[in-house]
């Protein structure tokens, strides 16, 4: 598994991605919504509203299933965030490209193996309402700002 760009890793740190990553996922766990309460299929313009309310435009890209926003220049930095959502999980990924160079574009779940260990999982947040995709996406968000603030200070 290669590393991550070390500017990149000096964000998340900095950011202390690993611990607000296991506060969300340990709420938005299997054990409080099993499998059998999950929102498996969910509605595209219910998930593209919640993304608008949030203040985000978000794009549907139907090929692959994934929603996006659109993405925002700071300085030297493009970013993006696209969602996963599958089977009543949200799978979550940012993408970084600095002066069109590809820093950062993999889901939230290989971050933590690449920070402490390849065997260190932290499992996607799960959901069984769209208040609970609304509570992830929000927390998402947030720390997204906060990712995005750390690496343009960095």
Request: aromatic residues 12%; glycine residues 6%; proline residues 3%.
């Given at each position: 598994?290669?590393?991550l760009?070390?500017k990149?890793?000096?964000?998340l740190?900095?950011m202390?991605?690993i611990?607000?990553y296991?506060?969300?996922?340990?709420h938005?766990?299997?054990?409080?919504?099993?499998?059998?309460?999950?929102?498996?299929?969910?509605?595209?313009?219910?998930?593209?509203?919640?993304?608008?309310?949030?203040?985000y435009?978000?794009?549907?890209h139907s090929k692959?299933?994934?929603y996006k926003?659109?993405?925002?220049?700071?300085?030297?930095f493009?970013?993006?965030?696209?969602?996963?959502?599958?089977?009543?999980?949200?799978?979550?990924?940012?993408?970084?490209?600095?002066?069109g160079?590809?820093?950062?574009?993999?889901?939230w779940?290989?971050?933590?193996?690449?920070?402490?260990?390849?065997?260190?999982?932290?499992?996607?947040?799960?959901?069984?309402?769209?208040?609970d995709?609304?509570d992830i996406?929000?927390?998402?968000?947030?720390?997204?700002e906060?990712?995005?603030?750390a690496?343009?200070h960095?």
């Open positions: 598994m290669t590393e760009h070390f990149v890793k000096n964000a740190l900095k202390d991605f611990r607000q296991e506060e969300l996922s340990g938005f766990s299997s054990e409080r919504t099993p499998s059998d309460e999950r929102l498996v299929y969910v509605e595209r313009d219910e998930v593209m509203s919640i993304i608008r309310d949030l203040g435009s978000p794009m549907f692959e299933k994934f926003i659109t993405e925002e220049q700071a300085d030297a493009t970013f993006g965030f696209h969602i996963i959502l599958r089977d009543g999980m949200a799978d979550l990924v940012w993408v970084v490209r600095e002066n160079e590809l820093l950062l574009g993999e889901p779940g290989v971050y933590s193996r690449r920070l402490i260990d390849v065997n260190y999982r932290i499992k996607k947040p799960v959901f069984g309402t769209y208040e995709l609304e996406l929000k927390t998402a968000f947030g720390m997204y906060d990712f995005k603030t690496l343009i960095s």
